[in-house]
């Protein structure tokens, strides 16, 4: 069974640091694009990073950009979301997702392109 598996969230005070993670089971990474989008109450879902199946590529949203940092290790089948200087306005539901793509292609962050979503995991930035 294919399976992604988010880890990692939790409730932080603003300017706080969290790190997520993105554990596959049932399939193995290496050919997956991976993103992460978020969903915040009354909002549409938003991508917010994403990494190539190299990871020699990665995108963020204008939103996150300089704050947030996305990367995979293979081996552990696993892909990350380092989130620093954290804002009560990065509260939302956290979810990873997976597309299979070619080594040398570049990431999307559209999430019609991703096929393996997990079940989120819940980010709260509060004092």
């Known amino acids: 069974q294919l399976q992604l598996v988010e880890s990692g969230g939790g409730l932080v005070q603003p300017g706080g640091s969290l790190r997520l993670s993105c554990a596959a089971s049932g399939f193995t990474l290496d050919y997956y694009a991976i993103g992460w989008f978020r969903q915040a109450p009354g909002k549409e879902r938003e991508g917010i990073s994403c990494?190539?199946?190299?990871?020699?590529?990665?995108n963020y949203a204008s939103s996150v950009k300089g704050r947030f940092t996305i990367s995979r290790d293979n081996f552990k089948n696993t892909v990350y979301l380092q989130m620093n200087s954290l804002k009560p306005e990065d509260t939302a539901l956290y979810y990873c997702?997976?597309?299979?793509?070619?080594?040398?292609?570049?990431?999307?962050?559209?999430?019609?392109?991703?096929?393996?979503w997990g079940q989120g995991t819940q980010v709260t930035v509060s004092s």
């Open positions: 990494i190539s199946s190299s990871g020699g590529s990665t």
């Open positions: 997702a997976a597309y299979m793509t070619t080594i040398q292609a570049a990431c999307v962050m559209y999430s019609f392109m991703y096929g393996y």
